[in-house]
């Protein structure tokens, strides 16, 4: 089983349940792993080439401060 750490950051401001967005960054793949408002709209969704293997979230533009490689910071990831 691959391993997601604990969140980076999370925002709980934008969301109802205080659960979401959050970042989460993957210690194995190095990758980050997002959660946000799934895109349901339908007309959004057919503006966009999305293979079947993939889904679509909407994730808040002040969300980007958090990445270091957006930030010119170091990585909050040891």
């Avoid at 391993?3 to 401001?13: L, Q």
């Avoid at 970042?23 to 895109?39: A, M």
């Avoid at 503006?47 to 994730?59: A, K, L, Y």
């Amino acid at each position: 089983m691959q391993r997601v750490g604990e969140p980076v950051v999370a925002d709980v401001a934008g969301s109802p349940e205080g659960k979401s967005p959050t970042v989460y960054f993957d210690d194995v793949t190095g990758n980050y792993i997002l959660q946000g408002w799934k895109v349901l709209d339908l007309e959004r969704l057919s503006q966009m080439d999305i293979p079947g293997h993939e889904t679509v979230i909407e994730f808040p533009k002040r969300m980007m401060q958090f990445f270091p490689e957006v930030n010119g910071g170091s990585s909050p990831i040891a």
